[in-house]
């Protein structure tokens, strides 16, 4: 199987970064194909509404010329894209929400083209906040249930942990193993 993951964090080394180690490790070991990508370091630039990509088929077709380009490549060839993000006041930070914007080349609802790029995939959620759970990151799961749902895509769940030691809530027993239980649900679907 292979997956996509897409890390949203601006700190490329912090909380969210940590997380993703044993749930990484865990999909290796289920022998799976990982694509690993840091979303704060790319050259990604916000969507502008243009609608030009609705009319380019069978390929993304944005105007803009920058990373997204690689991204959607990676995204395309998954079998599970995985977001791999902090929550920042009930939503992703603007690396991930820049790149969600973005999707809008994927599906071809809106002009002369037609069809998905992406249709059929599945969506995984690895998410680190602070507050409980349930009041962190319901918004964000909603929105990408809903984005699942428009875009013909299977949301697969989420495995998030709460930040209550910095980088130590990442490094615990708890967290390390609901992250490798996680992998292992996914590989299962």
Known sequence: MKFCILMGSPRLHANTAELCKPFIEELQAGGSEITYITLADKNMHPCKGCYACQNVNDEYGCVQKDDMYGIVDAVCAADCIV????????????????????????????????????????????????????????????????????????????????????????????????????????LET
């Open 83 to 186: 977001l791999a993000t902090p929550i920042y006041s009930w939503y992703c930070p603007s690396e991930m929400k820049a790149m969600l914007d973005r999707h809008y080349g994927m599906n071809k609802y809106y002009g002369s083209a037609s069809g998905s790029l992406w249709a059929g995939k599945n969506i995984a959620l690895l998410l680190t906040h602070g507050y409980d759970a349930e009041y962190a990151t319901t918004p964000f799961v909603n929105g990408i249930k809903a984005l699942c749902n428009h875009s013909k895509l299977h949301y697969r769940g989420m495995y998030s942990v709460r930040d209550v030691d910095d980088l130590a809530s990442f490094q615990t027993v708890e967290a390390v193993a609901g992250a490798r239980t996680f992998a292992r649900k996914l």
